[in-house]
Each structure stands twice: as structure tokens, then as C-alpha cells.
């Protein structure tokens, strides 16, 4: 789904509405340019887990994951966690409405308020519909979604509605990007994500530098560390294993990628977690 809207000096995009239950982990990601994903914890349990930091996530956690926060979301095996997501691409050219200052935190996480709830689950509910202008109805409820939001870090805030002439391609070219760097298929090529934008290698790998503010080649190695540390940490998986189902042609130039990025061997890493 992409639904395209204005809102004051704001463009606002609407790619994902997403209920459902978490029945395992969601490997390190981070979102490019624009990128905000609103999570409501409804029921159960698990955990938010960062670079530097990790955070309990139980009903009623409302949090924020906007552009370049690495995040990783790590569910309980005995109550896993229901979660309702929504992810926007917001280019906002105001400095002053509740829109900008939603986008002014890049990492949030609170406990939700009884008004966002009832609009979150408005949203999750009215996405399920088929009915007349469902768009707009969906328009109009996450603009109150991302305002009460913003009353959450500062009550000052206000907006009112109104239309700007400007469309950008290359935000939904990032929301595809996004979709297939959080896949699990770590064999995914600069070719292949060309292809799905419909671009020439040269302009995805631009696109992919002015989103990410980082290389192809980058972002599949952080992709492919990611996997490895979540096999290592859930699975009884060789280093064999792990090396084949990250994409690695032999241990050995697995074993040295990982001490690249995480300063310790595969195995002393999963002895330790």
C-alpha cells in the first residue's frame, strides 16, 4: 500500500499498517531518510534492542524509530508480543506544526496514552475495510496519530491542513529499499534492488547514498552481521552454518568480517550471549 498526502508545509506517506504477533526477532535495521515507524505493544513481552542500550517492551509501550537508529526487536518465546506498527515517510519543510517536531525525534519510547491507542487501533481496524475513501479516513487518522504523538514531548504543538503541489519517486524507492535490506535474503544484489525500483545500478546506488548515507556494500555487510548475530544468539548453528546462511563462501572469511565489526570471534560471541 502507498497512500501519498499533504499536510501543512508537510509530505506524508503511508507504506505499512501492520498488526500481528512477533514470534521470534527482528534482526538490527535502521530506517533511511523520511523513515519513521510508529510500534504499539498491545499485549506480551520482549525487548527493544540498540547499540548501546536495550529497553523491556510490554502492553501499552508506544515508541519511535526514525531515520538511521539501529534497532532489533526480540520477542518472548512464552508471551509474545502483538504488536501494531505503522510506517511513514514524512518530508516536512515547517518548522513549527506538530508534524515537524514529531520528526525532530528520531527515537522515542514512553508509554502510549489511552488517545493513541484509540486512534492506532482506528487505523488497524479501518485498514482491514474495504469501504469508500479509505485513504482519506487513513489520511486523517495518522495525522492525529503523529499530533498526539507530539503532544507526548511537548503539549504546545499545533497544526491545521493544506496542500502542496511536490512528489518525490525516490520515496518510494527507499520504502523498497528498507523492505529488502530487513529481509532475510542476505543474497539480495545492487542488480536486484535496481530492478525492483525500476533505476540503473549507477541511480540505485545514488538513492541508496542520499537515504542511508552509506554504500550498498555497507549496508549488506551490516545486514549480513546482523543475521549472524541473531543465529549465534538463538540458534545451536555451527560457524559453518551461520557462515553459509549469511553468504559467506567459507568460515574463515566469515570469522574475519565478524571480528570486524563485533571485536570478538562468532564463537567466543555466542558463548558470551
Request: net charge positive; proline share 3%.
Amino acid at each position: 500500500m502507498a497512500i501519498t498526502f499533504y499536510y501543512n508545509n508537510s509530505k506524508i506517506q503511508i507504506f505499512k499498517i501492520f498488526s500481528d504477533t512477533l514470534r521470534g526477532v527482528i534482526h538490527m535495521h535502521s530506517h533511511a531518510k523520511n523513515g519513521y515507524e510508529i510500534h504499539l505493544i498491545d499485549s506480551g513481552s520482549g525487548t527493544l534492542e540498540m547499540p548501546n542500550t536495550q529497553y523491556k517492551l510490554s502492553k501499552n509501550v508506544l515508541y519511535i524509530t526514525g531515520p538511521n537508529i539501529p534497532h532489533k526487536q526480540i520477542s518472548d518465546l512464552e508471551n509474545p508480543m502483538h504488536e501494531l506498527c505503522i510506517y511513514l515517510k514524512i518530508s516536512t519543510h515547517d518548522k513549527d506544526d506538530a508534524i515537524a517536531f514529531f520528526t525532530s525525534q528520531p527515537f522515542w519510547i514512553g508509554k502510549s496514552n489511552s488517545h493513541v491507542r484509540n486512534i492506532f487501533k482506528k487505523i488497524i481496524e479501518e485498514n482491514e475495510k474495504n469501504q469508500l475513501w479509505k485513504d482519506n479516513i487513513l489520511s486523517s487518522l495518522a495525522i492525529g496519530l503523529i499530533t498526539e504523538m507530539a503532544r507526548l514531548y511537548s503539549p504546545k504543538n499545533t497544526s491545521s491542513q493544506v496542500s502542496l503541489p511536490y512528489d518525490d519517486l525516490n520515496e518510494s524507492r527507499s520504502w523498497i529499499l528498507d523492505q529488502l535490506l530487513t529481509d532475510d535474503d542476505i543474497h539480495t544484489t545492487l542488480n536486484d534492488l535496481a530492478n525492483q525500483m525500476g533505476v540503473c545500478k549507477r541511480q540505485a546506488e545514488r538513492i541508496i547514498k542520499d537515504y542511508y548515507g552509506s554504500s550498498f556494500k555497507k549496508l549488506r555487510y551490516e545486514a549480513k552481521m546482523a543475521m549472524a548475530a541473531t543465529l549465534l544468539e538463538q540458534k545451536k548453528i555451527s560457524i559453518e552454518e551461520c557462515a553459509a546462511q549469511c553468504g559467506y563462501a567459507s568460515a574463515s572469511s566469515f570469522v574475519s568480517a565478524f571480528k570486524k565489526k563485533y571485536k570478538t570471534t562468532p564463537k567466543k560471541y555466542r558463548e558470551s550471549n
